[in-house]
């Protein structure tokens, strides 16, 4: 009994000289990690004595990278693209120029939306539904010509039969690389989407669809009942087990990186709202096959994606939904992003410019661009307004440290 008890208290002693070893490292590697300067930025007095906020602000990069904060604002457009009484315009791609002229893709329909369970499969349930992708022009970045459609439906029966819409670009080589979302006839709650693709010599066209989606939800979640509600599952699956959104294709380190985002069978709520992530699906070849990575979600957070090549990784503006809504953030490998800052708002659905030098300064890419806006009803749900596109532009942060120096003298 008495080696047992000496055994016991030998091997306390053991993983406690451990636990004061690790702490011993853990302190260490925080003094080398951080200078007096960053614990004086955030008012440390004691970094022997950190409360879990002051350890945070310093792991998150608070006391850091003030060259990505700014504030986004909104201008009105000149031209076709406004607002327009039962007409749905939405989703504007990046926005790429090709003779001189600016081009931009984005979902179009018109009527009334009635949303589900009018027991009438025909009628249209969200704005984005029965819509098309139009495209227009312009020389100035300001005042846009609407040109007509690009893409249309698919056959019936196929996996775009119904709606095609929230595409995105890409010039690649001499030919342009349409992707978007698609719904096959009827449009249910449980509805699972996928990505297609058309392909074109000319931005005006015309543009070959592929036969076959290039992604399509994981569909590994499980039901529960047969009602139509997207809610009721007995296991929800993966992040994109339902849906496969806002495709977003960018040519990266050799590779064809199929940026989106993913909605699960029987979305719950997180800390920031709704349950949305994204992923990345990368390809050899423009057309595919895309594989998912194993590293997805890449992120917890973002409605919409606008992400954006920046020196050697890729930047990203997470929008609504989750904890990490309204953020910028950079990945040095397109895969591990991390918060680089905060901002007050951010709008919807933005379309970059793509011949912006990304690499000038971190938010370069942010410049200007496209987003769309909506213009609601009183007395109706949010699905039955209008949406419009309209410029977005981003002023940076003018709180520099040279700025305060100067400002003090």
């Given at each position: 009994m008495r080696l047992i008890t000496a055994i016991f208290g030998l091997a306390c002693l053991l993983f406690?000289?451990?636990?004061?070893?690790?702490?011993?490292?853990?302190?260490?590697?925080?003094?080398?990690?951080?200078?007096?300067?960053?614990?004086?930025?955030l008012a440390i007095g004691n970094p022997e004595k950190m409360s879990a906020a002051s350890k945070r602000a310093l792991r998150n990069n608070y006391h850091k990278n003030e060259e990505w904060f700014g504030t986004f604002s909104s201008q009105t457009l000149k031209g076709d693209v406004g607002?327009?009484?039962?007409?749905?315009?939405?989703?504007?791609?990046?926005?790429?120029?090709?003779?001189?002229?600016?081009?931009?893709?984005?979902?179009?329909?018109?009527?009334?939306?009635?949303?589900?369970g009018t027991g009438d499969p025909d009628k249209k349930v969200f704005p984005w539904d029965k819509t098309e992708?139009?495209?227009?022009?312009?020389?100035?970045?300001?005042d846009w010509k609407e040109q007509g459609v690009a893409v249309t439906y698919g056959p019936k029966g196929e996996y775009d039969d119904r709606s095609v819409f929230t595409p995105e670009v890409l010039a690649h080589e001499g030919k342009y690389y349409l992707v978007y979302q698609c719904v096959q006839f009827p449009y249910v709650n449980r509805s699972f989407n996928t990505v297609g693709m058309s392909i074109a010599d000319s931005p005006n066209g015309p543009w070959k669809r592929l036969e076959a989606p290039i992604l399509e939800a994981a569909q590994d979640g499980e039901w529960l009942g047969e009602?139509?509600?997207?809610?009721?599952?007995?296991?929800?699956?993966?992040?994109?087990?339902?849906?496969?959104?806002?495709p977003t294709l960018l040519y990266y380190r050799d590779k064809f990186y199929l940026?989106?985002?993913?909605?699960?069978?029987?979305?719950?709520?997180?800390?920031?709202?709704?349950e949305i992530r994204?992923?990345?699906?990368?390809a050899d070849s423009i057309e595919g096959p895309?594989?998912?990575?194993?590293?997805?979600?890449i992120t917890h957070s973002g409605h919409e994606l606008c992400v954006w090549k920046y020196k050697d990784g890729i930047a990203m503006v997470s929008s609504a939904d989750g904890p990490e809504r309204q953020t910028i953030q950079y990945s040095e490998d397109g895969i591990n992003f991390e918060i680089m800052s905060y901002v007050n708002w951010v709008p919807s659905a933005m379309g970059l410019v793509t011949t912006l030098d990304n690499?000038?300064?971190?938010?370069?890419?942010?410049?200007?661009?496209?987003?769309?806006?909506?213009?609601?009803?009183?007395g109706k749900p949010w699905w039955a307004g209008d949406q419009y596109l309209a410029r977005f532009s981003f002023s940076r942060n003018r709180n520099t440290k040279a700025e305060f120096a100067d400002n003090k003298q």
């Open positions: 406690s000289c451990q636990d004061i070893k690790e702490k011993e490292v853990e302190t260490t590697s925080t003094k080398e990690q951080y200078t007096q300067e960053d614990y004086d930025f607002y327009e009484k039962g007409v749905i315009r939405r989703d504007p791609t990046m926005v790429i120029q090709v003779d001189g002229l600016y081009y931009t893709w984005y979902s179009k329909s018109v009527g009334k939306t009635f949303g589900f992708i139009w495209y227009a022009t312009s020389s100035d970045g300001w009602e139509d509600s997207r809610f009721a599952v007995k296991s929800q699956g993966s992040f994109d087990s339902q849906k496969v959104h806002d940026y989106y985002k993913g909605e699960r069978m029987g979305e719950r709520n997180t800390a920031g709202g709704r994204w992923g990345v699906a990368i895309y594989v998912k990575s194993e590293y997805n979600p690499d000038k300064h971190p938010t370069e890419g942010l410049s200007w661009g496209l987003h769309h806006l909506s213009h609601n009803y009183p």
